[in-house]
């Protein structure tokens, strides 16, 4: 029996992955599966980006590189990024990742001790509360509230704060809620972030994924650069999952403890996919404009078919590519109905509580599928609850 290192008891997971692997097996038995629960767009890698990377590898990109990325790639994310966050920015206080993930860990790595606090958004994606109690620090929710479009209360939100608050976790537009937060919202976090000397790590992932408005990012706000790490990536808006390629924009300071963090655990992010990250910037933007658009019309059909179903309601979220139904209505607990969806009907989803306790009550469903099976996929999901109900 493997003994392990007690913090390992501490690591949470994404049960996205774990209802794949369970979708996969029903599907290698013969029978059908739509896949609602995997947070990855159904698109490919749009053409200019994978002829990049692939003539990347040709001339020669398949060798380390510096650990803060390449510079063509750092520059390109001054230029591009910096202009349409509204930031000035310098390649110093930029580090490319493999994927976004590795912002989140080191960040908290380099900034957060044992005993310290972090608050974080419940519901949310499920890897900021593991991390943060893998670290040994103490994983605070704020809830986001369905009657306030999945927003949260700003007076809730200042009395969480201790003097251990280290760091706030924001983001917008949000997995699994698809919910974006408003101008009040940020003002709120960074009146609060300047007061208290904290941290704020923004992810910004969807940003580009947003329907309503305009995306702004707290760290454009008076003070807050010094207290700001802006995480985003390449695998939502360029359908690039499995490039693995991110990045974190922060102080350069911090830049520098991120870098050696990347040193420590990966040496550098993979070369050529860094290359067709430079063309995925300031290429052609085409491709991505027309899958957005696609997503918007996805999105309308899957909440008008939700709420047409007896006993769910749901509102239409304004980014991301996920819709969070409240099917307290049906009498159905959530877990019981997402394994009920699988196993009989053949559709995958997740219970709202894979995103945390507050979730309780709600499904998460991805539209990053095609207009022919998201309605199928509203029949099957009808048809489970009438019989359920019955």
Not at 153 to 172: G, Q, R, W, Y
Not at 344 to 362: D, I, K, Q, R
């Amino acid at each position: 029996m493997i003994k392990f290192a007690e913090r390992m008891s501490r690591l949470g997971t994404e049960s996205a992955f774990e209802v794949l692997a369970k979708a996969k097996a029903i599907e290698a038995t013969g029978k059908e599966v739509i896949h609602l629960e995997i947070g990855e767009p159904d698109f490919d890698t749009p053409d200019n980006i994978r002829e990049s990377g692939a003539k990347a590898i040709w001339d020669g990109y398949t060798h380390y590189c510096p650990a803060q990325g390449i510079p063509e790639l750092r520059n390109a994310i001054v230029d591009v990024v910096g202009k349409d966050k509204n930031l000035d920015i310098k390649p110093e206080e930029v580090v490319v990742t493999p994927g976004a993930k590795p912002i989140m860990f080191f960040s908290m790595l380099a900034l957060v001790d044992e005993g310290d606090e972090v608050i974080y958004p419940n519901p949310g994606f499920p890897i900021y509360e593991s991390v943060i109690e893998f670290l040994g620090a103490k994983a605070v929710p704020i809830k986001l509230e369905e009657s306030k479009e999945f927003c949260f209360d700003a007076d809730e939100l200042a009395k969480l704060v201790t003097p251990k608050t280290k760091m706030m976790i924001i983001n917008s537009p949000q997995n699994p809620t698809g919910g974006v937060l408003c101008m009040d919202d940020l003002e709120a976090i960074a009146k609060l972030a300047r007061k208290h000397n904290i941290w704020v790590l923004t992810d910004e992932v969807y940003s580009k994924l947003l329907y309503e408005g305009e995306h702004i990012s707290i760290a454009t706000l008076p003070g807050m650069r010094e207290h700001t790490i802006v995480l985003d990536g390449y695998s939502k808006t360029y359908a690039m999952t499995g490039w693995r390629l991110g990045y974190g924009i922060m102080p350069e300071g911090l830049a520098a403890a991120l870098t050696k963090l990347q040193i420590n655990a990966t040496s550098c992010t993979c070369t050529f996919s860094q290359v067709a990250g430079v063309e995925g910037l300031t290429g052609d933007q085409s491709a991505s404009e027309k899958m957005v658009k696609e997503f918007k019309t996805r999105r309308d059909v899957i909440v008008d078919g939700l709420n047409k179903i007896p006993g769910i309601t749901c509102l239409r979220p304004k980014g991301a590519f996920y819709v969070f139904p409240n099917i307290q209505g049906t009498g159905i607990p959530a877990p019981q109905l997402a394994d009920l969806l699988l196993n009989e009907a053949g559709v995958a989803v997740l219970p709202g509580t894979a995103f945390g306790s507050y979730g309780a009550g709600y499904l998460r469903l991805s539209y990053a599928n095609s207009i022919e099976n998201i309605n199928k996929a509203l029949e099957l999901i009808e048809r489970t609850v009438t019989k359920v109900k019955k």
